[in-house]
Structure formats: structure tokens, C-alpha cells
């Protein structure tokens, strides 16, 4: 089978194996699965260029890494005996990102089973894959859509819900939620695009901001709440973005931190306490490592098997011998969406 690995020494140079042996033998409890579409993530960009390896549970040697997590594919085989509950021949899966974390909250150890890093990822025509790491795929979406879910889908529900008790996420749209780029409750949406915040718009978001030309983009989450904040802020530019969303968190608020897509270093001159600012508001910030296989299935009951049928955003698809085209496309940040790649 044909596979894509990366020696974690750059984009451009991650290769395409043409003769990569096919898996054989599954143990108990482990089904085989083709993989259709895969999606990518800035975290395969960083994986692929390096910037994992401080990672206490990847090894040193990690040349010849499989990358990704994200993807639909559909289950070729069963193993014998009686540990794979409720999936057949044929069922089509998207897989979770920590294999281990099947439900509760994540611990040090679930770290070690990330698909893409630690483990060897997806980006391959066929894997093996636990059944407990599984989930299936509702039957409305597309293979594209469905690729699309397990790390976007999953950690947006987790911002909003993680301290929402199992079964019981949070309803309507009482409250606001801000999201930091356009990627449940009244959404405020900002981005440096204007053309992007028009689409946004159109999906339904109640209010744009382009920081860019508005800087001060949390002065004006202010005014549109009228002085109370979002509830949720969705926040993934890391030392760019922290200290105005902390201005714009509603008191008791909730910061979901998401990426760091500012940079991992702190600013020149731009030191804040959070203990102060957290103080101030009242405010709650939680780092978002996804969520478990249980977190997982109770999203797609709420938002993926309704009457309302949602369709991920899908900006382009490639096709699998252009995966290096998509890595340069995604590292480049115009899509507006998810990328994916076709592998069959």
C-alpha cells in the first residue's frame, strides 16, 4: 500500500512510500479500516516540521512517522471474537484523536496514544485501529465532512461544554460565544479577512469583526454584548490575543484556549498576570486537549443527528499524491475551512 511519512524536517520534504507493508494479523478487539478522506490540522504542519519533539512521550527517533489523525474510512475487517461491540464489515468511522481517552477526563497517560504523534497517523490507504478508538459516521455526511470532525468538531464542542455535565450541553442561544478566526450560543466572529467575515456571515454568524482594521477588537465585543462580554471565547492566537480576551470574557466567563496560533513564545513587552486579569472577571481558563470517545458521540447526537442537518465547512480537497501541495496550502492560512485529502 502507499503511505506518506515525514522525518520531521519539513513540509516539503515529507515523502510518498509506494510499497509500504499492508497490516496483518489483528489482535482482539481490532478492526482494519480503508481510509477514504483524511483532513489536516495545524498540528500535522508543526509534527511535520519538528516542533513535537520536546513532547515528553514521543521518542527521540521518530524518522519515517506516519502523519495525521483526522479521517473517514470504512472497516474492511472484524477481528475474531467477541470485543468489537457494534461495528460490522462496511460501517464507515472516523477515528478519535487520543485512541486511548475512551470517556472522563483526559489523563498524562492518554497523551501517549495521539494518532500522528506518538502513534503512527493516518495518512495511509489502510490502518489499524482498536474499535474503542471508533466512532461512527453519521450516515447523511460525506466522506469530506466526515474527515473533517474528530479534532475541529470535537474541540469546539469541548469550549463550549466541558463543564456541562455529560447529556446535558448547553441549549440555545442564550449564550455569547466568541471565536477567534472563522474557523451554539450567539456567535461573534473575527478574522483579518473581510471576504471570510462575509461567508461568516452568510453561515449565520450574528456578528463580524475584522482585527485588522479594529485592533481593539475586544472594545467592540464589549459594545455588541452591551458591556456583559462573551461567555465563551474560543481563543487560538495565544500571546496576541490573550490579554484582550480576557478584557471581553463576561464575568464568571469561560476561556477556552484552543491554539497558539501567534506564536508559543511570550511578546517583547507584552508580560500580563492572569491571575490578576482572571481575578478581575472571575474567569476560567482551561486548555482543550480535544475530548474522549464519550464527549465524541454525545456531539454528534446534539449536532449531527438532529432533523437540522450541519455540513462542515470543506474549503479543498486534494488528491492523495498531492499531500505535499496541501501541507504548503494549509502552512499558508487562506483556507477558509477544513482541508482534506482523498486517499481513495
Sequence with gaps: MKQWVTNQDGLEKIQLVQDAPMPEGLKEGEVLVKIN???????????????????????????????????????????AGD????????????????????RGQIVAEDMA??????????????????????????????????????IAAVTA???????????????????????????????????????KLERARKMGADHTINYKTTPDWHEEVLKITHGKGADVVFETGGAQTLAKSFECVAFGGLISCIGYLSGKGGLPGNRINTNVLALKRNVTLKGMLNGSRERFEEMLKCVYKGEKQIHPVVDKVFGFEEAREAFAYLFKGGHFGKVVIQVS
Excluded at 478522506?37 to 524518522?63: F, I, W
Excluded at 500522528?116 to 469530506?144: H, I, M, N, Q
Design 37 to 79: 478522506r483524511v483532513s489536516l490540522n495545524y498540528r500535522d504542519t508543526e509534527v511535520c516540521m519538528g516542533l513535537y519533539k520536546h513532547h515528553k512521550h514521543v521518542p527521540a527517533d521518530q524518522s519515517g512517522l506516519v502523519p495525521c489523525s483526522d479521517i473517514c474510512g470504512t472497516i474492511t475487517k472484524v477481528s
Design 83 to 102: 470485543k468489537v461491540e457494534g461495528f460490522k464489515e462496511g460501517d464507515r468511522v472516523m477515528a478519535t484523536f487520543n485512541q486511548t481517552h475512551v
Design 157 to 195: 464542542w469541548m469550549s463550549i461544554n466541558s463543564f456541562q455535565p455529560l447529556g446535558q450541553p448547553m441549549q440555545g442561544k442564550e449564550k455569547v460565544v466568541l471565536l477567534q478566526g472563522t474557523g451554539g450560543g450567539e456567535p461573534i466572529i473575527t478574522s483579518s479577512s473581510d471576504a
Design 113 to 150: 496514544s495521539g494518532l500522528g504523534l506518538p502513534l503512527p497517523g493516518c495518512l495511509t490507504e489502510y490502518r489499524v485501529f482498536p474499535a474503542t478508538g471508533l466512532v461512527k459516521v453519521p450516515d447523511y455526511l460525506s466522506d469530506e465532512e466526515a474527515a473533517c470532525l474528530p
